[in-house]
C-alpha cells in the first residue's frame, strides 16, 4: 500500500524559512516523479513543483527562486526547502507522485498534507 | 495553460446524471487532462487519467471524454458518496495546472 506522510509545518513568520519533508513507502521511490501541491485554506489545487525520477526539478512561478525540491532516493523521502515565505503561501501541503512511466498517468498517491502557516 | 471549469456548482440529487466540463486555454498536450475527487478533509482522489481511462479502483459509473481544449467527466448515477469537489489537471512542457474546481452537491 502507498504511503506519503508528510511533516515539517507550522506558523512562521513573513520571511521566514521552513522546510517539510514527505516520508514513501509501498512503492519504488526512485521509479517515481514526486510532486507538492499545495490547497490554501477555503481554495482549491495548486502546483507547486516536481522532481522527477531522474532528479529535474520544476516549479510553479510564484515559488520559482524562494523555494527547493530534492529528494533522497535511499531514504526514500522528498524535500521541500521554502525560503522567502509570504502570507499567500499559506496552505496545506500535499506530496503526491506519479509513475515515470511512458505516459503520464496522474496523481495516484497523495499524502494527507502538512499545514504551513505564514503569519507574524 | 488556464483550466476553466464548468459550472461552479451543480445541485443534483442522488441518481441522476452529473456533467463537469474542463476547457483548456490551448489544446492539452497529448490530451493529458486527468480528473480528481476530493471530499471534505480528505486528500484528493486520482479518477481519470489521459482524459477517459479510469484509474484503478474506480468506479464504471466515472466517464471522461474529450479532447484539445475540452473534456467532460460523467458520474452517470450519482451515489452518495460521489458529493464531492472535482478537479481536473493538464500537464504539458513540465508544467501542470489544476482547474478551479466543480462542487457536486446535494439538491
Known amino acids: 500500500e502507498v504511503q506519503l506522510v508528510e511533516s515539517g509545518g507550522g506558523l512562521v513568520q513573513p520571511g521566514g524559512s521552513l522546510r517539510l519533508s514527505c516520508a514513501a513507502s509501498?512503492?519504488?521511490?526512485?521509479?517515481?516523479?514526486m510532486n507538492w501541491v499545495r490547497q490554501a485554506p477555503g481554495k482549491g489545487l495548486e502546483w507547486v513543483s516536481t522532481?522527477?525520477?531522474?532528479?529535474?526539478?520544476y516549479y510553479t512561478d510564484s515559488v520559482r527562486g524562494r523555494f527547493t525540491i530534492s529528494r533522497d532516493n535511499s531514504r526514500n523521502t522528498l524535500f521541500l526547502q521554502m525560503s522567502g515565505l509570504r502570507a499567500e503561501d499559506t496552505a496545506l501541503y500535499y506530496c503526491?507522485?506519479?509513475?515515470?512511466?511512458?505516459?503520464?498517468?496522474?496523481?495516484?498517491?497523495w499524502g494527507q498534507g502538512t499545514q504551513v502557516t505564514v503569519s507574524s | 495553460i488556464v483550466l476553466t471549469q464548468s459550472p461552479g456548482t451543480l445541485s443534483l440529487s442522488p441518481g441522476e446524471r452529473a456533467i463537469l466540463s474542463c476547457r483548456a486555454s490551448?489544446?492539452?498536450?497529448?490530451?493529458?487532462l486527468t480528473w480528481y475527487q476530493q471530499k471534505p478533509g480528505q486528500a484528493p482522489r486520482l479518477l481519470i487519467y489521459?482524459?477517459?481511462n479510469r484509474a484503478t479502483g474506480i468506479p464504471d459509473r466515472f466517464s471522461g471524454s474529450g479532447s484539445g481544449t475540452d473534456f467532460t467527466l460523467t458520474i452517470s448515477r450519482l451515489e452518495p458518496e460521489d458529493f464531492a469537489v472535482y478537479y481536473c489537471?493538464?500537464?504539458?512542457?513540465?508544467?501542470?495546472?489544476f482547474g478551479q474546481g466543480t462542487k457536486v452537491e446535494v439538491k
Open positions: 503526491a507522485n506519479y509513475f515515470s512511466g511512458t505516459y503520464y498517468k496522474g496523481y495516484e498517491g
Open positions: 490551448q489544446s492539452v498536450s497529448r490530451n493529458y
Open positions: 489537471q493538464q500537464y504539458g512542457d513540465s508544467q501542470w495546472t
Open positions: 522532481i522527477t525520477a531522474d532528479g529535474g526539478t
Open positions: 509501498g512503492f519504488t521511490f526512485r521509479n517515481y516523479a
Open positions: 489521459v482524459a477517459s
